[in-house]
């Protein structure tokens, strides 16, 4: 699972402590060991093996969120575990889609900065 699941930590904007995660290696994740909510993406192809292999169900209440995409997983990697001077953009786009207050003005803060770096 190491290889096919980027997690998103955002200890890493500097707003809440880490869940004691490094974003790749959850090879040996298992709900009973990792940390009470998890967020990730994988690859579109990789999600229906990740469901059968793990039981995944749909669940709103529940506490793993797993996003797909079509982007080249290794630049997703990077994306999301950016650090300084680098950001980490894909974290930022989490943080400023959540409900929480503080950490969606977080997130909007980074993105800012990104694109002020890039213009």
């Given at each position: 699972?190491?290889?096919?699941?980027?997690?998103?930590?955002?200890?890493?904007?500097?707003?809440v402590p880490?869940?004691?995660?490094?974003?790749?290696?959850?090879?040996?994740?298992?709900?009973?060991?990792?940390?009470e909510h998890v967020r990730?993406?994988?690859?579109?192809?990789?999600?229906?093996?990740?469901?059968?292999r793990?039981?995944?169900a749909p669940d709103p209440?529940?506490?793993?969120?797993?996003?797909?995409t079509g982007f080249d997983i290794d630049i997703v990697r990077q994306l999301a575990t950016a650090r300084p001077p680098a950001l980490p953009v894909l974290t930022a786009l989490d943080a400023a889609a959540s409900l929480?207050?503080?950490?969606?003005?977080?997130?909007?803060?980074?993105?800012?900065v990104a694109l002020e770096r890039w213009t």
């Open positions: 699972m190491s290889d096919e699941l980027v997690v998103t930590d955002s200890a890493v904007l500097g707003l880490a869940a004691g995660l490094d974003p790749a290696p959850l090879s040996t994740f298992t709900p009973s060991e990792g940390p990730g993406y994988c690859s579109t192809d990789w999600l229906g093996q990740a469901v059968r793990f039981g995944l209440t529940g506490t793993v969120v797993i996003h797909t929480d207050p503080r950490e969606r003005g977080l997130g909007l803060q980074v993105l800012q």
